[in-house]
């Protein structure tokens, strides 16, 4: 057998056969019309087997992406189908309704009258006649679905939404036949699928998406679903597992804190009592998870939503034994769900492409006929991506860094505890920038003689930023923070080695001024040095500036707050002893004494311009281009997205 030659194995799912066993389950993109079908089909061109699209209300009362509770829907439907078939791809639909979650109405239907955690509003609890007519829109939907050329109907039990509140003997209080025992709980998805057979037969693949287990405190367990998915076993074509609800909303979608495969732990007690095809998903990163899973009978089909954004074209390489093309998901959450749900669309830290696929290629695809000589000043994750970008488009490129390795600050950030996933995009791209040729000097400090000995045709300054050693805060900016030069205070980087590490003395301060995750690494560095840690925020939560915390910063929360470990949010810094650390809030008298034997201020880098201005200076007939943290953000996802840009047009 060839490598991985299970996962490319076909299945047979209901009615319908599945080329493949990775596939993609429902999540959220917010995109429409064309832009949704150039989405999925960048995926389906690059091998998958089936996709899901996401999830959508199937009633009025409830929270909608597509008006599939009208037969409006049927042409875009037909178009999409069309698409996704011509590239050997089958394509389901998610349904569901969004229960207390919120919804389409200006009221929220429930179960019983327990408000979701982050929706704060108390539901109204549906009455015999509303159940019987959000079953029958189950059952309308699926007719919608078969009529428009879609494969199959996934229904979506879990995620804490209207079905899962039923299923939950924590979240359905009822006391008439739709509660109390789990009989009673599953009768409501008992109807629902009754009514969607009564509709299409077995015309299409009917499914059901489970919870494995939901972290509801008195709710859902892994031995409770099990017993759930086999009643469900001989009335469905196959059963799909995924973990959480809001409750616990970072494992709904685990980041790269969380272990690889974190959801096959609840997922083996439930699959080996099923007969049909399952579906598991939960940080499968690479085909060699997949296939270990596929073939180990864990599961029959492995769902790899984020890694599929992060290179839509996995499954073909994989085929062509090019794993090692692969372009990796980090894990961080902050481009998939942390832009969905700050900006209103899906995006990706390390795939320019993702969600724009109708205007921009995953690839740059002009070769540049005329090639120039481009310097590359700064080899983090900018400097990398537009190296990699230029020489696949033809251009001769010559890279310098100051320091012994390439990756910037992402090498340095994946040194600390719970990291290690985001440094595999920049050991990626220097995998990269190697086989194509790229001519790297490190250890190199660039200055304007050298670029003129270099004599390039133009430069791409990627130098990032540094520390700052002047005490600065933002709450008091033209004020150095007292005692910022003490022996005992130091900056990020250099708990991180850059110099030497400093001698770590218990108890520990942080100061975060930034709310960005480098606070919450210095927090893990130090208590896995063994001393307790306060750390001090400028911002009131913990990563608060982080997209979207509860899915990007969650387990790191809980991780920290398991630990001896405190947080202090909304305090500036007023003065720093040889003991101690004070504290106040802006524009108040009261002062916070907190004893520290080490210091950590986490505050806004300088960006390193010198060279810029330098050569701005000295060469008119030179273009020079920032790229990175040296433009004034601290993000890797915008400093390869900058990077792609400005290297895909020169």
Known sequence: MALYDNLFEPIQVGPVTIPNRIVRSAHGTHLGGDDLIAYHEARARGGVGMSTLEATGVHHSARTHLPLHSDDILPFYEKISRRMHQHGMKLFQQIYHSGASGGGSPDSWSVSGIPNPMIQVMPFVMTKTQIDDVVASFGAAARRVRDGGLDGVDIHASSGYLIHEFLSPALNRREDEYGGSRENRMRFLMEVIAAIRAEVGHDIAVGVRLPNEDYVPGGLTAEENAAIAQVLDPHVDYVSLHMGAYWRFHKLIAPSDDPLGVEMIPNKVITRGVTKPTIVVGRIMTLDHASSIVGSGEATMVSMVRALIADPELVNKGRRLEEHKIRPCVGTNMGCVGQLMTRGVISCVVNVAAAQERTVSFEPEDKVTQPKKILIVGGGPAGLEAARTLALRGHKVELHDAMRRLGGQVAMAADAPHRADVGQITRWLESEIETLGVEVHLNSMVDADMVAEIAPDEVIVATGTTPRYDGFQVATPS????????????????????????????????????????????????LQAGVPVTMVSRTEQLGQNVPFPPVTVGAARERLMSADFDFIGGHYIRNITSDEVEIGVLFTDRVRRIPAKTVVLVSFNQPNRDLAEQLAARFSNVKIHLVGDVRGRNSMMTAIHEAAEVARAI
């Not at 110099?499 to 919450?520: L, N, Q, R, S």
């Open 479 to 526: 004020v150095p923070v007292p005692g910022w030069d003490l022996p005992h205070v130091h900056n990020s980087w250099e708990l991180f080695g850059v110099g030497g590490k400093p001698d770590i003395k218990g108890p520990a301060v942080v100061f975060d001024d930034t709310g960005t995750f480098e606070a919450i690494s210095v927090a893990d560095v130090l």
